[in-house]
Structures are given as structure tokens and as C-alpha cells.
């Protein structure tokens, strides 16, 4: 079954450093996405990204956050000076083209975000 | 915004028990899915039922659209089972993601 592939795994770094959080989605997907969780809360959208552009972002989605997708395979969540509350699960998520079909969306692994 | 609930928050069961999870929502929804968040944190999809019913072992779900609701049973529930599971929603209203229930966190005792 395809996989949505996040690097690294884990990551720590200190505040105010700039983070690149890595996602490889399904390969014949074209809606991508990046969801946050938070330790002991729920999973909370960050932000869509479909034909090269963000489609929906979030409050939590400030200047401080960008999105890219450098080349054809992979999907990238910046953070350009982290700060301690940015510490949590970064999950990335695609889904299929077809918007008239019912789908369903495939996670990635998570990467674990920590800032000291 | 479309609001997502589950019930119970905590559920605590001895193995071999059967229990049922529930998540309502606040608005019609186009998707539905059922997530296990395992002790090293992945989402691990059990099921895509933006209606009707599915099975999958000792694990089903039933989701009724039109009253806005969503359960997933679990029978002889193991101790792997533990873990939180969630429930995830794309809102019919046409923005295109999903928006997380508050999961019910499950614990099974050998």
C-alpha cells in the first residue's frame, strides 16, 4: 500500500533556529496538507497546498510557517524561528485528485518537533 | 465552524471486553474516517466510511450521515488496542481537510 514518508522522525532544535520538516506524498496524489498535534490534544490543520499554491490555511498558520514543494516529489512545513510552543507531532497528509470521487486521506509517520 | 465530538474521553477495559466509540458532528461531512494513534504517536487509518458500515476483524464502524454520527466497536479488545482513536471529518461545506474529533483515549489490562 503507498505511504506518505516524513523526515526525520525526530527532531530537536533550539528556539529561534529554522526548522524544515520533510513529507514525500503518495506520488499520484495532488492535495497535500500539514496538521499539528500538540502532546495530549488533538490533531489540528495547518495548512492545504494544491497546483503549487496554499488552498486553506489556519490561525496557527502565521508568517511564521511557509510551505513548498521544491520539486516533484516532495512537500515541505518551514519554520522559520521556532519557539517553544512550536514543540509537537508534525503530520503530513495527501489525498487523490478526483474531488468528485469519495476518498479517503493517507498520514505520514509524524515528525517529532522539539525546541529547547 | 463544524464542531467534532467523541464520547467517551477515557475508557478503560479489562481484555476481552467489547466497547463502542462514538463521534458526533455539528454539520453534514463528505468523508469520514477513523484513526488509532499508537503509543509512538502514528495515525494508523482503520477505516474510510463516509457511510454505512465496514468491517475489519474485531474491529467495525458504522457512520449514519444524515443524524450526524460515527461509531467504531471493538470486540475481545487485546492490550495492542490501547491508544487514542480519533475520528476525522471534511466538512461538506467544501473546504477541503479534515477537522479532528477529541478522541477517546482507550486503555485495555491484560
Known amino acids: 500500500e503507498p505511504e506518505v514518508t516524513q523526515t526525520p522522525s525526530h527532531q530537536v532544535t533550539q528556539m529561534g533556529q529554522e526548522v524544515i520538516l520533510r513529507c514525500v506524498p503518495i506520488s499520484n496524489h495532488l492535495y497535500f496538507y500539514w496538521y499539528r498535534q500538540i502532546l495530549g490534544q488533538k490533531v489540528e490543520f495547518l495548512v492545504s497546498?494544491?497546483?503549487?499554491?496554499?488552498?486553506?490555511k489556519s490561525e496557527i498558520f502565521d508568517d511564521q510557517f511557509s510551505v513548498e514543494r521544491p520539486d516533484g516529489s516532495n512537500f515541505t512545513l518551514k519554520i522559520r524561528s521556532t519557539k517553544l510552543e512550536d514543540s509537537a507531532m508534525y503530520f503530513c497528509?495527501?489525498?487523490?485528485?478526483?474531488?468528485?470521487?469519495?476518498?479517503?486521506?493517507?498520514f505520514g509517520s509524524g515528525t517529532r518537533l522539539t525546541v529547547v | 465552524g463544524i464542531q467534532v465530538e467523541q464520547s467517551p474521553p477515557d475508557l478503560i477495559l479489562q481484555e476481552g471486553a467489547n466497547s463502542t466509540l462514538r463521534c458526533n458532528f455539528s454539520d453534514s461531512v463528505n468523508n469520514l474516517q477513523w484513526f488509532h494513534q499508537n503509543p509512538w504517536g502514528q495515525l494508523i487509518n482503520l477505516f474510510y466510511i463516509p457511510s454505512g458500515t465496514k468491517q475489519n476483524g474485531r474491529l467495525s464502524a458504522t457512520t449514519v450521515a444524515t443524524e450526524r454520527y460515527s461509531l467504531l466497536y471493538i470486540s475481545s479488545s487485546q492490550t495492542t488496542d490501547s491508544g487514542v482513536y480519533f475520528c476525522a471529518v471534511e466538512p461538506a461545506s467544501g473546504t477541503y481537510k479534515y477537522i479532528f474529533g477529541t478522541g477517546t483515549r482507550l486503555k485495555v489490562l491484560a
Open positions: 497546498f494544491y497546483n503549487n499554491e496554499i488552498s486553506e
Open positions: 497528509a495527501s489525498s487523490e485528485q478526483d474531488r468528485a470521487i469519495p476518498y479517503g486521506y493517507t
